[in-house]
Structure formats: C-alpha cells, structure tokens
C-alpha cells in the first residue's frame, strides 16, 4: 500500500516525533528510548512497511535535493516538538502544584 499523498506522509513522521515527545513529557518513556523507537520507526516506514518512503521517492534522487527534504523534516519534526513542550511544563506545574498542597495538609495534619 503505498500513500500517494505528501502531506499524509509528512502528517505520519511528525506525528510519530510529536507522540515521542509528548510520552518523555509524561514520563512514559526516557527521551533515550524515545530516541531509539524513533530512529526504528523512522526506518521501518523508510524501507517500505507503511509504503512512505520506498514507493514515493525517485530512484536517483539529487543530493541537494535529498538534503533540502531532510532539512525541512527535521524543521517540521522540531516545530512540532517545540510546540507541545509549553502544555507539557504547565501540566508537570500543576502536577507540582497539587504534590505540595498534599504535603502542606500532611504536614498540617501532623502540626508542624
């Protein structure tokens, strides 16, 4: 099966990026092995199992070219990563937020 469309394609690298970066925010994974799963992912749709890369790219593709498609990749997968941090740091601060309160009522309970 082989996606035809290039924003679907992009729309799946990006998604992939942005889900690693939102489960390292929750803690689900270290960004270590957030990395890993990602370069695996990155490969297993480039040699063809989701049909992105292997059916959709030219045969002889031009370096520059080649380049130019990789930069803005990694533009796009930054932007969406980037974008999400601020929702990530103002849930881990309510998060914050709500551990102190129970510490403040425990402490409070215990009279100190």
């Known amino acids: ?14 998604g992939a990026s942005a889900l690693g970066v939102v489960l390292v925010g929750y803690g689900v994974l270290t ?12 490969g297993l749709l480039v040699t ?7 059916g959709n790219t030219a045969p002889k593709a031009d370096a520059e ?13 930054v932007e ?11 849930q881990v601060g309510a998060q914050v937020r709500s551990i102190e309160d129970v510490v403040r009522e425990q402490l409070s309970r215990l009279g100190r």
Do not use: H
């Open 80 to 90: 969406t990563a980037t974008a999400s941090v601020p929702a990530v740091v103002e």
């Open 48 to 54: 063809g199992v989701g049909g992105l890369a292997g």
């Open 65 to 77: 070219f080649v380049a130019d498609q990789i930069r803005v990749a990694v533009q796009d997968a």
């Open 31 to 42: 960004q270590e092995l957030a990395n890993q799963l990602l370069v695996v992912l990155s």
């Open 1 to 14: 099966m082989l996606i035809k469309n290039p924003k679907i394609r992009k729309a799946i690298y990006v």
